[in-house]
């Protein structure tokens, strides 16, 4: 479901959506938004923060107020930290700023699919794709039975991947999930984080878990 | 906005100089009103004071003359002695069953009990008897009555007198009071007519006017020089708009222009594949991160970012930074050493100072060669935490180190290096809010930043920019 007032940018995301194979409901006013978000099912719904008659955030606390449990990306072009801070507790679960690339948008909005499946998993204490195994608990890491030493960050890292396994995962998202950060602290941090990564968990066995989708993000699955 | 002049009798001045007058004038009539009541009942008292003691003269006139069996005969002796040598304002009645024996008074009431009453005026009366008189009477014996009282009229006089006085005091208060409050309010009201009136000269472009300071250290000076300070930083504030206009301009044309390059070449050469689009793409992700950044100063040149303001622990941010780091840094050959001591609390925003802190770094990193080692520190002076990143490359010549905090400034020999040039304009911005002092320095060699936090004692939010 788009909620979106600009044409263009709802004739960007429809298409691009569409092209992945999703179905797209478009409404491009706040309430009209509302009527369909509140009455049909959805599996993601992204709504813009500035709309005609009810603004974005006042639909989605509405929404929720009438028990729509419906994940929602915001889209906005306000570029404010608190305007995400003020978005994510007022009911939406993420928040992209236009302009934006389809991949991008496209990664999310997976991320918040199947959500009730994701929500099961985030339930669990261990994390296996494949022969990994990740432990929250313990906070340990194993494949094919052997342990794996890593640091604190590469583990969050790790995580990360692996709760979103098989679906692609952006550089902003992780830089976002992982270290908190609204910038791009400079094209190799990222990568090199992930080179030591894939070393430890990789390197010595065949199958190669951890994948660069070249400009889309990285993906942990197994082959 | 159209401004009227406004009538003294409109401004708040003169509304509190009358309200104080009014309070002044009431607190006075209250005063004199208690003055007037103790005075006249001082008069009377007095009056009744000697009505008593010629009752008790007369009394002891009666009982003297009782063993003779003459009492009443004493006390009218009493009466007429005392009539003799009294004015008409003593009024005196000796009444045995209701019929006056003696006194110039008729026959009364027989009460024993201060009385006031009316009584008609004697035929020897002195001019301006008021024909109302205060005394006392009692009962001698069954059936015999003396009473004594005098005319009210001296009373009533000094009391006439008295009213007259005060109200000659009210009146005049009331004057004096109006006249003083006129002269202090037109006086105090021309000072804020000339704070107006420069503040009128400046809206309508004088913009280098000041309000003038008398250097009496009062309210109104006080006043007077805040808002100098005020019209000195909005002065400032518009040169700095002024400065980032023109530079945006100059600096966001090349970067627009090989926008514009690419998709013409891209129109020209429709087969010529994806990579002159890839590179547009590219060039658009850049000018839209140049103009994030920009945007992001602007938020915190405004302060609007102040809401994000926690406690912290300075060395906290700082080695989360270093450690998010130092895998690339690595990798680009650079080493890295960490002397970071705990415990450096402060007021600040963890997600700005952490950018400041990257960039730092980030620039360390490519503005030195591989191999160049980056020393990151951070420690407590006094009630400062001071924190450096330090390269041993090339460092900046001392006359370039003002004008890289400039936006988009890149020096000739950075120009071919990636980055927007917003890196260090970004982190003054930062380090402003934060009350922070930021300054370059020759390393020996290479370049040295260092930041002087106010720690958390020391901390006052931080003031507008001199």
């Known amino acids: ?91 939406g679960d993420d928040y992209l700023t236009k302009p934006f690339a389809m991949a991008e948008l496209v990664a999310r909005v997976n991320a918040l699919t199947r959500r009730s499946q994701h929500l099961a998993t985030m339930a669990q204490t ?23 030493e890593l640091q604190a960050q590469e583990f969050r890292l790790l995580e990360f991947l692996m709760q979103n396994s098989g679906k692609i ?27 030591r990564l894939r070393a430890k968990v990789d390197r010595g066995f065949d199958c190669e878990l951890i994948q660069t989708m070249r400009g889309y993000g990285y993906v942990i699955r197994p082959n | 906005m159209s401004y009227g002049r406004i009538r003294l009798f409109q401004t708040e001045t003169f509304r509190l100089a009358a309200i104080y007058v009014g309070l002044f004038l009431g607190s006075m009539l209250f005063l004199l009103a208690m003055i007037y009541f103790i005075v006249s009942n001082a008069f009377e008292s007095d009056l009744l004071r000697n009505s008593r003691d010629d009752l008790a003269a007369i009394r002891k006139a009666y009982v003297l003359g009782a063993p003779k069996n003459k009492s009443l005969h004493e006390a009218k002796e009493m009466i007429d002695d005392r009539l003799l040598a009294s004015d008409a304002a ?39 008897a008021s024909g109302r008189l205060l005394g006392t009477g009692e009962m001698l014996a069954p059936g015999i009555y003396a009473f004594v009282g005098r005319d009210l009229y001296a009373a009533r006089h000094a009391e006439d007198r008295m009213v007259l006085a ?35 000269s400046i809206m309508a472009g004088r913009l280098n006017d000041r309000i003038p300071v008398r250097g009496a250290r009062n309210e109104l000076d006080q006043l007077g020089s805040t808002i100098n300070d005020m019209l000195d930083r909005i002065n400032s504030l518009m040169e700095g708009v002024r400065q980032v206009s023109n530079d945006i301009a100059h600096d966001l044309r090349t970067p627009l222009t090989h926008l514009r390059n690419r998709l013409e070449r891209a129109r020209r050469d429709p087969h010529g594949g994806s990579g002159a689009i890839e590179a547009a793409i590219a060039d658009c992700d850049e000018l839209i991160a140049m103009f994030a950044a920009l945007l992001r100063i602007a938020q915190i040149e405004s302060g609007a970012r102040r809401a994000g303001m926690q406690t912290i622990d300075l060395a906290d941010v700082l080695r989360g930074v270093v450690t998010l780091y130092i895998p690339a840094l690595d990798d680009a050959g650079h080493a890295v050493t960490a ?11 963890p997600q700005l100072l952490f950018r400041l802190f990257a960039n730092l770094l980030d620039n360390a990193s490519r ?4 191999g160049t080692p980056i020393a990151v520190s951070a420690s407590q002076a006094g009630a400062q935490a001071r924190v450096t990143v330090a390269d041993a490359g090339e460092g900046i010549p001392a006359e370039d180190r003002e004008l890289v905090f400039r936006r988009f400034y890149r020096r000739e020999r950075s120009r071919t290096t990636p980055g927007s040039g917003l890196g260090l304009a970004l982190a003054e911005a930062i380090a402003d809010l934060h009350g922070a002092h930021i300054a370059l320095e020759d390393n020996k060699p290479g370049l040295r930043v260092v930041l002087t936090f106010p720690l958390t004692e020391a901390a006052t939010l931080p003031r507008a920019a001199e």
């Not at chain 2, 002397?339 to 925003?349: A, F, H, K, V, Y």
């Open chain 2, 367 to 370: 503005h030195t060669p591989r």
């Open chain 1, 126 to 148: 261990r994390l296996a794709v494949a022969d990994l195994e990740l432990d929250l608990l313990s906070r340990t890491v194993s494949r094919a039975g052997k342990a794996i």
């Open chain 2, 90 to 128: 003593d009024l005196f009645l000796l009444q045995k069953d209701g019929v006056r024996v003696a006194g110039n008074l008729p026959a009364m009431a027989a009460r024993a009990a201060t009385i006031r009453m009316d009584y008609p005026l004697l035929p020897g009366a002195r001019a301006g």
């Open chain 2, 166 to 200: 005060f109200a000659a005091i009210l009146l005049l208060t009331l004057i004096l009071s109006i006249a003083g409050g006129l002269v202090l309010s037109r006086s105090f009201v021309r000072r804020i007519d000339s704070i107006t009136a420069t503040c009128r």
């Open chain 1, 1 to 91: 479901m788009l909620i979106e007032d600009d044409t263009e940018t709802a004739l960007y995301v429809t298409e691009g959506l569409q092209q992945l194979g999703h179905i797209v409901a478009w409404a491009s006013t706040g309430p009209d938004g509302y009527f369909q978000a509140s009455h049909n099912d959805h599996e993601v719904i992204i709504a813009d923060r500035m709309l005609p008659g009810m603004d974005g955030l006042t639909l989605v606390k509405n929404l929720r107020r009438a028990g729509v449990l419906t994940p929602v990306l915001f889209l906005t072009t306000m570029d404010d930290l608190n305007a995400r801070v003020e978005g994510l507790e007022g009911g």
């Open chain 2, 339 to 349: 002397d970071i001591s705990p415990g450096l609390r402060m007021l600040g925003d």
């Open chain 1, 169 to 195: 995962v952006t550089r902003t998202m992780l830089l976002e999930h992982v270290w908190d950060l609204d910038f791009d602290p400079g094209t190799t941090v990222l990568e090199s984080h992930m080179s």
